[in-house]
C-alpha cells in the first residue's frame, strides 16, 4: 500500500496553495502535518481525499494515479474526516458511526463484520454512552468524536483526519491519539493534521513542516520537531524538554521578529 504525492501544486488566481510537494507517506506509520495558519495542510489533505483537483502534479495510489480508481473501491481505501466536519440531520450516533460502513455494504445489507468493526469505533473514541443520542444535541466535543468514530469505522488503508482533536477535552484528546496509533499498528497509514506540536511528538513516525505551500521539513520527530525547524515553520522560539518517562516536549515560548 502506498500513497504519495508528486510536485504537487494548487494554483487558484495568482495564489499559490501548494508548491512542489512532493512526499511519499508510508502505511503503517502516522504521519503529522504540522504548519501555521493558511500554510496549505487542509488543501493537501483535499487533494489526497480526492476533494480538490491540483492544477500541478499528482497524487499516487499504490503507484497508480487516484483519478484511476473507480469511486466506492477509492472510498474504501481512503477515509477522511474534514476539519470542521458538521452532521445536518438529526440522526441517533449509531446509525452514525455505521455510515461510516457504507463503502463495505453488499447487497444483502449489514454484516457481523461491519458491526463489529462500529463496536471497536465507538469503544475507541467512548461514544458508546450516547450511541442512541440524536447527535445534534451532542456537545460540540462529543460531536466530533462521533465524527471520528464514524471514520474509524470504516477501517480505511489509509486514513486522513484534519484536525480531529481540535474540541477534545485533553483525556479525549490522548484517546484520539491512542486510537490514531492503534490504527496505524494495524497496518493502516494516518495521515492527520495537528496544531499540537506535542501531539505530534507523542502520536507521530513521521512530520511533514508545511509553510507557504511548501515543505519545510519531512522526517521522524525527534529530526524536525527541533528548535530551528519549529522556529523556521512558525517563527516561534520553543523551550524543547525531556518529560519524565524520556518523551520530548515543546513549549513555544516567543514570537522571533
Ligand atoms: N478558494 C480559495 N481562494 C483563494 N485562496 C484560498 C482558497 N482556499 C484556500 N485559500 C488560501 O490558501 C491558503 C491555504 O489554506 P489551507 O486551508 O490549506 O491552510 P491550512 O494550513 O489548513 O490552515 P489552517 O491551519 O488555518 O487550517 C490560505 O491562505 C487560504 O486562505
Known sequence: MSLSVETLAVTIGDKRLLNE?????????????????GAGKSTLMACLA?????TGGRVLLDDRPRGDFERRDLARRVGYLPQE??????VDVATLVGLGRFPHRGRWGETPEDRDAVTRA????????????????????????????????????WLLADEP??????????????????????????????????????????????????????????????????????????????APGGRRF????????
Open 50 to 54: 480526492g476533494l480538490m483537483q491540483p
Open 165 to 242: 482533536l481540535a474540541n477534545l477535552d485533553p483525556a479525549h484528546q490522548l484517546d484520539g491519539l491512542d486510537a490514531l496509533r492503534r490504527v496505524a499498528a494495524a497496518g493502516a497509514g494516518v495521515i492527520v493534521v495537528l496544531h499540537d506540536l506535542n501531539h505530534a511528538a507523542r502520536v507521530a513516525d513521521d512530520v511533514l513542516l508545511l509553510r507557504d505551500g511548501r515543505v519545510v521539513a519531512f522526517g521522524p520527530p525527534d529530526q524536525v520537531l527541533t528548535r530551528d525547524l519549529v522556529a523556521a515553520t512558525y517563527g516561534v522560539d520553543t523551550h524543547v524538554g525531556v
Open 21 to 37: 510537494v512532493s512526499v511519499a507517506f508510508a502505511s503503517g506509520h502516522v504521519t503529522a502535518i504540522l504548519g501555521p495558519n
Open 122 to 157: 465507538m469503544a475507541a473514541t467512548d461514544v458508546g454512552g450516547f450511541a442512541k443520542r440524536g447527535v445534534s444535541t451532542l456537545s460540540g466535543g462529543e460531536r466530533a468524536r462521533v465524527l471520528l468514530a464514524r471514520v474509524l469505522a470504516g477501517e480505511p488503508d
Open 250 to 257: 515543546l513549549i513555544p515560548t516567543e514570537r522571533l521578529a
Open 85 to 90: 466536519a458538521d452532521v445536518h440531520w438529526n
